[in-house]
């Protein structure tokens, strides 16, 4: 049923063990620190682009269109697609940043304002 694979390899047994477990920790570690990126730079992004008026998720401009869940929520854009297009378009009369975000900014940016909208915007 299962075959067994056999291969010349001029690196000894530990050695070649020791190199696969290190690629396999790569492997299960890298989504981690890209999470940790991401975090990091969702962070960053809000800090340049949105804490002017949001800052800790209020609205110094229009009180009700703040960042926390339950206006996410009430305004239906609690998901991170929704957040990104408002990030890179605008709506009302907030301006978009659309000319600030590269690559997928808007989608880290959103996903974070999400996650902070989640924790009730308070900092661990």
Same mark, same amino acid.
């Given at each position: 049923?299962?075959?067994?694979?056999?291969? $010349?390899?001029? +690196? *000894?047994?530990? !050695?070649?063990?020791? #190199?696969?477990?290190?690629?396999?920790?790569?492997? /299960?570690?890298?989504?981690?620190?890209?999470?940790?990126?991401?975090?990091?730079?969702?962070?960053?992004?809000?800090?340049?682009?949105?804490?002017?008026?949001?800052?800790?998720?209020?609205?110094?401009?229009?009180?009700?269109? $703040?960042?926390? +869940? *339950?206006?996410? !929520?009430?305004?239906? #854009?609690?998901?991170?697609?929704?957040?990104?297009? /408002?990030?890179?378009?605008?709506?009302?009369?907030?301006?978009?940043?659309?000319?600030?975000?590269?690559?997928?900014?808007?989608?880290?940016?959103?996903?974070?304002?999400?996650?902070?909208?989640?924790?009730?915007?308070?900092?661990?």
């Amino acid at each position: 049923m299962f075959k067994t694979f056999k291969f $010349n390899c001029s +690196i *000894s047994k530990p !050695k070649c063990f020791l #190199i696969a477990l290190l690629c396999i920790f790569s492997l /299960i570690s890298a989504p981690k620190k890209l999470i940790a990126l991401d975090t990091s730079s969702g962070e960053s992004l809000f800090k340049k682009n949105c804490a002017g008026c949001h800052i800790n998720g209020s609205n110094i401009i229009r009180r009700s269109k $703040n960042l926390k +869940i *339950s206006s996410l !929520k009430r305004n239906g #854009i609690d998901d991170p697609e929704a957040i990104a297009k /408002i990030a890179r378009e605008g709506i009302g009369i907030m301006d978009g940043y659309e000319d600030l975000l590269f690559d997928n900014d808007d989608l880290i940016l959103a996903n974070w304002i999400l996650e902070q909208a989640q924790k009730a915007w308070v900092q661990e």
